[in-house]
């Protein structure tokens, strides 16, 4: 029975490894392949890749911060498709692939085409029959052309349902509410450049039959002023408005607020103000006299309708004109001293660093398999450096990624949830590759790549169930970056040293319960070692971190502690590890009960990095709306390790009894 023990416990790691890998590639899929069928647009033509790195670098002010067009695209498409891809058919049987600045340059530059795109992620089909709509299935992707005969009763029923507390709300009506959102979004970009493609008309300026002469809106505000000065006139003689010119600032009013929201990208010619206007808000300025430099947002609003107008003359026109503003927004920021990192963030995101990192880290993971496999053999030691190698440029590539993320937003690499994950991931392969240069028995070594690959997965499904920009300014209380530099990297330096511990932890209870180790007791006690380093880690970090924090609570709010859930996360971090120690240093746990302590400490840590975001109370509550399921998962998980952990301690006891008596009677 011992002797099928080591082989029976290979094929109980190896389908734990393979539903790992399943989970892993099962949740690259969920984030990469979209939902419901190929949808066509006939007639459908790409959009050059010169035009698209002609568009990407437009500067835009969105979320508090200058970013560029490609971002506010990527972010806008994540939050109403729930992807940063899509894939149409022209209606000839080819396929086309859509990302983000295509897909806005299409909404906002042919929205005839934009409006059969399947934009809309709807992920409960009751809220499509609500509003009169035969769903295509219980989830799926719809156009706006789909959705338009619903429209106003989506409406009826947002309007109805947004009165219902977010907390009592059903998940029918928290759709349609999103929904609503998305539609009004949409369709804010859709008509964006309507001013530039229609202008006004000129009502009974026709001759001989002809229809109505038509305006730009470009020419009737460089006059202005004489339009005001009718009005007066109007007005103090006592007349009405005359009809015509009553006709003629209507559509200058419906032009401007179609274009009044959504995009800000006209940097202010006054460098005291802020805030970017929108073409819709530079249009009423004038118009109504209150723009202090009006020749610039005139020469502005012209190059507009001459972009938007000039694609009819071929696309090589529309990128050359497009190219022009690009150029002339950019250099207004730049005299501003804005739109600094535009450049850099394009190129950021194109190189999409953290997932080029989880094909290193999944490259490791699976020469770690190997290297379990084989051992201390020849193939082993290869795989060894396999592992090392992939791991190591995995590293690189997180730390790159984290680097290029503090220039663009000037903070420290901490600010908000999803921040913390890719942070912790990338410090919890750094420690884990320390303990392995320390200990050199390749546990550590082969825990880096996994822990690296499950974060950063984490970092992908957050980032598509929040849908928010994270490099987005933090809100006025966190805006510190002493206070970000000291005590929520401390902190979080804590959280990476306790998820090792625990999950070093669970590998020991893992080869010690299923008998992988061989009874090494060389191993078991590096294991124990490196664990208790990283229980002292955790408690030195946490317990300056929290000092910190009340510190900074002091400054910020004028008390050091107030029980709030955050600040009582990080005192049961303290608390726990302080009781693991003592009970280590007073021969109350030994090595069993040191792991099974230590595994314990993940879900403090979940508590305390994680969950507590979500209760809904506290300074410390930032409205975090995604991962809550996986907060469960990940408590279930430990649980079921810690149920293991026990079993395997309670079968080696047992096992060992009769020897222990055959001894004594001996």
Same mark, same amino acid.
């Given at each position: 029975?011992?002797?099928?023990?080591? #082989?029976?416990?290979?094929?109980?790691?190896?389908?734990?490894?393979?539903?790992?890998?399943?989970?892993?590639?099962?949740?690259?899929?969920?984030?990469?392949?979209?939902?419901?069928?190929?949808?066509?647009?006939?007639?459908?033509?790409?959009?050059?890749?010169?035009?698209?790195?002609?568009?990407?670098?437009?500067?835009?002010?969105?979320?508090?911060?200058?970013?560029?067009?490609?971002?506010?695209?990527?972010?806008?498409?994540?939050? @109403?498709?729930?992807?940063? %891809?899509?894939?149409?058919?022209?209606?000839?049987?080819?396929?086309?692939?859509?990302?983000?600045?295509?897909?806005?340059?299409?909404?906002?530059?042919?929205?005839?085409?934009?409006?059969?795109?399947?934009?809309?992620?709807?992920?409960?089909?009751?809220?499509?029959?609500?509003?009169?709509?035969?769903?295509?299935?219980?989830?799926?992707?719809?156009?706006?052309?789909?959705?338009?005969?619903?429209?106003?009763?989506?409406?009826?029923?947002?309007?109805?349902?947004?009165?219902?507390? $977010?907390?009592?709300?059903?998940?029918?009506?928290? !759709?349609?509410?999103?929904?609503?959102?998305?539609?009004?979004?949409?369709?804010?970009?859709?008509?964006?450049?309507?001013?530039?493609?229609?202008?006004?008309?000129?009502?009974?300026? #026709?001759?001989?039959?002809?229809?109505?002469?038509?305006?730009?809106?470009?020419?009737?505000?460089?006059?202005?002023?004489?339009?005001?000065?009718?009005?007066?006139?109007?007005?103090? /003689?006592?007349?009405?408005?005359?009809?015509?010119?009553?006709?003629?600032? !209507? !559509?200058?009013?419906?032009?401007?607020?179609?274009?009044?929201?959504?995009?800000?990208?006209?940097?202010?010619?006054?460098?005291?103000?802020?805030?970017?206007?929108?073409?819709?808000?530079?249009?009423?300025?004038?118009?109504?006299?209150? #723009?202090?430099?009006?020749?610039?947002?005139?020469?502005? &609003?012209?190059? +507009?309708?001459?972009?938007?107008? %000039?694609?009819?003359?071929?696309?090589?026109?529309?990128?050359?004109?497009?190219?022009?503003?690009?150029?002339?927004?950019?250099?207004? *920021?730049?005299?501003?001293?804005?739109?600094? %990192?535009?450049?850099?963030?394009?190129?950021?995101?194109? =190189?999409?660093?953290?997932?080029?990192? +989880?094909?290193?880290?999944?490259?490791?993971?699976?020469?770690?398999?190997?290297?379990?496999?084989?051992?201390?053999?020849?193939?082993?030691?290869?795989?060894?450096?396999?592992?090392?190698?992939?791991?190591?440029?995995?590293? &690189?590539?997180?730390?790159?990624?984290?680097?290029?993320?503090?220039?663009?937003?000037?903070?420290?690499?901490?600010?908000?949830?999803?921040?913390?994950?890719?942070?912790?991931?990338?410090?919890?392969?750094?420690?884990?590759?320390?303990?392995?240069?320390?200990?050199?028995?390749?546990?550590?070594?082969?825990?880096?790549?996994?822990?690296?690959?499950?974060?950063?997965?984490?970092?992908?499904?957050?980032?598509?169930?929040?849908?928010?920009?994270?490099?987005?300014?933090?809100?006025?209380?966190?805006?510190?970056?002493?206070?970000?530099?000291?005590?929520?990297?401390?902190?979080?330096?804590?959280? $990476?040293?306790?998820?090792?511990?625990?999950?070093?932890?669970?590998?020991?209870?893992?080869?010690?319960?299923?008998?992988?180790?061989?009874?090494?007791?060389?191993?078991?006690? $590096?294991?124990?070692?490196?664990?208790?380093?990283?229980?002292?880690?955790?408690?030195?970090? %946490?317990?300056?971190?929290?000092?910190?924090?009340?510190?900074?609570?002091?400054?910020?709010?004028?008390?050091?502690?107030?029980?709030?859930?955050?600040?009582?996360?990080?005192? @049961?971090?303290?608390?726990?590890? @302080?009781?693991?120690?003592? /009970? =280590?240093?007073?021969?109350?746990?030994?090595?069993?009960?040191?792991? +099974?302590?230590?595994?314990?400490?993940?879900?403090?840590?979940?508590?305390?990095?994680?969950?507590?975001?979500?209760?809904?109370?506290?300074?410390?509550?930032?409205?975090?709306?995604?991962?809550?399921?996986?907060?469960?998962?990940?408590?279930?998980?430990?649980?079921?390790?810690?149920?293991?952990?026990?079993?395997?301690? *309670?079968?080696?006891?047992?096992?060992?009894?009769?020897?222990?008596?055959?001894?004594?009677?001996?």
């Amino acid at each position: 029975m011992t002797a099928t023990r080591p #082989s029976t416990g290979r094929w109980i790691a190896a389908v734990l490894a393979a539903a790992g890998l399943a989970t892993v590639f099962y949740n690259l899929l969920m984030d990469n392949m979209p939902k419901g069928e190929v949808r066509e647009v006939e007639n459908y033509t790409p959009w050059s890749a010169e035009t698209l790195r002609t568009a990407a670098p437009l500067p835009i002010q969105d979320g508090g911060r200058i970013k560029p067009l490609s971002t506010y695209a990527g972010f806008t498409m994540l939050r @109403l498709h729930g992807a940063r %891809s899509m894939k149409i058919e022209d209606g000839k049987g080819k396929e086309y692939k859509l990302k983000p600045t295509e897909w806005l340059l299409d909404i906002l530059f042919r929205p005839q085409l934009a409006i059969h795109q399947p934009t809309f992620r709807i992920d409960n089909s009751a809220a499509i029959e609500a509003i009169g709509i035969e769903p295509r299935g219980k989830r799926d992707r719809y156009s706006y052309a789909d959705l338009s005969a619903g429209r106003e009763k989506l409406g009826e029923l947002a309007q109805t349902y947004s009165g219902i507390d $977010s907390k009592e709300r059903d998940p029918m009506q928290t !759709q349609v509410l999103d929904l609503a959102s998305n539609l009004r979004a949409y369709e804010g970009l859709l008509g964006w450049f309507s001013f530039a493609r229609n202008g006004v008309t000129l009502a009974g300026s #026709s001759e001989n039959g002809a229809p109505d002469k038509r305006a730009e809106i470009s020419s009737l505000m460089m006059v202005a002023e004489t339009l005001q000065q009718q009005l007066e006139e109007s007005r103090a /003689a006592g007349r009405g408005i005359p009809e015509g010119l009553q006709n003629l600032l !209507q !559509q200058v009013l419906d032009a401007a607020n179609y274009a009044k929201n959504e995009l800000f990208i006209l940097p202010p010619s006054d460098r005291s103000q802020d805030q970017w206007k929108s073409a819709g808000n530079v249009i009423m300025d004038t118009m109504q006299g209150k #723009s202090k430099e009006p020749e610039t947002y005139i020469a502005d &609003i012209q190059l +507009l309708e001459t972009t938007a107008r %000039s694609l009819g003359g071929g696309e090589a026109t529309f990128r050359e004109n497009l190219a022009k503003l690009r150029d002339r927004l950019t250099q207004r *920021a730049a005299d501003r001293g804005e739109a600094k %990192s535009v450049s850099l963030e394009v190129a950021y995101y194109q =190189r999409n660093w953290f997932l080029n990192a +989880l094909v290193f880290f999944l490259i490791g993971t699976l020469a770690t398999m190997a290297m379990w496999t084989f051992g201390y053999n020849r193939a082993g030691l290869i795989s060894a450096w396999i592992t090392t190698a992939a791991t190591a440029a995995g590293l &690189i590539y997180c730390l790159i990624a984290i680097t290029k993320r503090c220039i663009i937003m000037q903070r420290p690499p901490v600010g908000n949830l999803y921040d913390t994950i890719i942070f912790i991931g990338t410090t919890v392969v750094l420690l884990a590759l320390i303990v392995e240069w320390l200990t050199r028995r390749r546990f550590a070594l082969g825990i880096a790549p996994i822990l690296g690959t499950a974060l950063i997965v984490l970092s992908r499904r957050f980032e598509l169930g929040d849908g928010a920009d994270h490099m987005d300014p933090l809100v006025a209380v966190l805006d510190s970056n002493f206070w970000l530099t000291t005590h929520v990297i401390t902190i979080t330096l804590g959280y $990476s040293a306790g998820l090792l511990a625990a999950f070093l932890s669970s590998a020991y209870i893992l080869l010690r319960g299923l008998d992988l180790d061989g009874g090494d007791r060389d191993l078991r006690r $590096s294991f124990t070692r490196a664990v208790y380093g990283m229980i002292c880690v955790t408690l030195f970090l %946490s317990l300056v971190g929290t000092v910190l924090g009340g510190i900074w609570a002091n400054y910020s709010w004028g008390r050091f502690w107030g029980w709030d859930p955050k600040e009582n996360g990080a005192l @049961l971090i303290c608390i726990w590890t @302080l009781a693991i120690l003592h /009970a =280590r240093l007073g021969g109350y746990i030994r090595e069993w009960g040191l792991h +099974l302590s230590s595994i314990f400490t993940a879900v403090i840590v979940t508590f305390s990095w994680w969950h507590v975001n979500f209760l809904g109370v506290g300074l410390h509550n930032y409205g975090f709306t995604a991962g809550k399921n996986t907060i469960w998962a990940f408590y279930a998980a430990m649980a079921v390790i810690l149920a293991a952990g026990f079993v395997a301690m *309670a079968v080696e006891k047992n096992r060992r009894a009769p020897q222990s008596q055959a001894a004594a009677t001996d």
